[in-house]
Nanobody, 121 residues
Framework: VQLAESGGGLAQSGGSLRLSCVASGFTLPHYAIGWFRQAPGKEPDWVSCSRSDDQKIFYEDSVKGRFTLSRDKASNTVYLQMNNLKPEDTGVYLC???????????????WGQGTQVTVSS
């Protein structure tokens, strides 16, 4: 099982980025999936996640209305569209997956290596 993120980079405040996470070794629709953000010197915090059974999506309060999580079954890829970026969105974004998980917080079994997002003011 592997998760490979891409799409990070440098953006200005108010700009947009789209992160991708390609899953291999398992079929995404059967798994809960999500994104975490790790700011410098801090532990990762969840940003968004989607359950496997009802596909319900959750967002952390600071990103509601700005970030959108989506799945593409055909390519086994998860996306995080990030709009109206703010400097506090800066960090390493990590893709996560777990079979049957129903909440965004707590432990996730599979983690990607992460992609760096830097937002300048």
């Amino acid at each position: 099982v592997q998760l490979a993120e891409s799409g990070g980079g440098l953006a200005q405040s108010g700009g947009s980025l789209r992160l991708s996470c390609v899953a291999s070794g398992f079929t995404l629709p059967h798994y809960a999936i999500g994104w975490f953000r790790q700011a410098p010197g801090k532990e990762p915090d969840w940003v968004s996640c989607s359950r496997s059974d009802d596909q319900k999506i959750f967002y952390e309060d600071s990103v509601k209305g700005r970030f959108t999580l989506s799945r593409d079954k055909a390519s086994n890829t998860v996306y995080l569209q990030m709009n109206n970026l703010k400097p506090e969105d800066t960090g390493v974004y990590l893709c996560v997956a777990d079979l049957g998980k129903r909440s965004c917080d707590g432990r996730w079994y599979h983690w990607g290596q992460g992609t760096q997002v830097t937002v300048s003011s």
